[in-house]
């Protein structure tokens, strides 16, 4: 079984900084895309950053700029670097990761259990 556990978040005030890692565990890892997703209780999951094994990034508009997403393969994780944080970037964070199977081709898709962010103003 693949695990996926989130640490860093908290609470800090409007204009600070977090930074937010994701830790893969488990047996066959052998990673490829690892995203960052957020939520607000009674509103959707939306991508917040994404990352390729080559390092391709992609993120949302209202992130843009201020945060900035990374990955160490060697130790399958991946991190957010969180700067100017607003009171609207208040959420669960959620790590999201495709797991290609021991490199076989066997692609299975993994999501942290979530880690609360608060922005006060």
């Known amino acids: 079984q693949v695990r996926l556990v989130e640490s860093g978040g908290g609470s800090v005030q409007a204009g600070g900084s977090l930074r937010l890692s994701c830790a893969a565990s488990?047996?066959?890892?052998?990673?490829?895309?690892m995203d960052w997703y957020r939520q607000i209780p009674g509103k959707e999951r939306d991508l917040v950053a994404a990352?390729?094994?080559?390092?391709?990034?992609n993120y949302a508009d209202s992130v843009k700029g201020r945060f900035t997403i990374s990955r160490d393969n060697t130790n399958d994780t991946v991190y957010l670097e969180m700067n100017s944080l607003k009171p609207d970037d208040t959420a669960v964070y959620y790590c999201?990761?495709?797991?290609?199977?021991?490199?076989?081709?066997?692609?299975?898709?993994?999501w942290g259990q979530g880690t609360q962010v608060t922005v006060s103003s």
């Open positions: 999201h990761a495709e797991i290609d199977y021991h490199c076989s081709g066997y692609v299975i898709l993994a």
């Open positions: 488990g047996d066959g890892i052998c990673m490829r895309t």
């Open positions: 990352i390729t094994s080559g390092g391709s990034t």
